[in-house]
């Protein structure tokens, strides 16, 4: 481009609108990838604290049954084994 080019753009609404696309074209994309960074950053985050959850309860639930089952039958065998001792 000579330099009369140049200040017949910069003179019209062209330049204008080439920069304008040019700025919009950039933004669209960092925002894109901004947001795809993002969304995967959470889903990230997400299925690693779902995980220790799922584990927490499970552990959760198993030693609550367990540890009421175990008394409960062991009151039970004290009770028919030992009639005597069983208040």
């Known amino acids: 481009m000579c330099k009369s080019e140049i200040d017949k753009l910069k003179t019209s609404d062209n330049y204008v609108k080439i920069f304008y696309k040019h700025i919009s074209r950039v933004t669209n994309s960092l925002s894109t990838l901004y947001k795809t960074y993002c969304f995967a950053f959470q889903k990230r985050r997400f299925c690693t604290v779902k995980v220790a959850l799922l584990h ?5 639930f198993a030693t ?22 069983s208040r």
């Open 56 to 60: 927490c309860k499970t552990y959760a």
């Open 64 to 85: 609550s049954n367990r540890n009421y089952r175990f008394p409960y039958k062991l009151s039970l065998q004290n009770q028919s084994c030992f009639p005597a001792f």
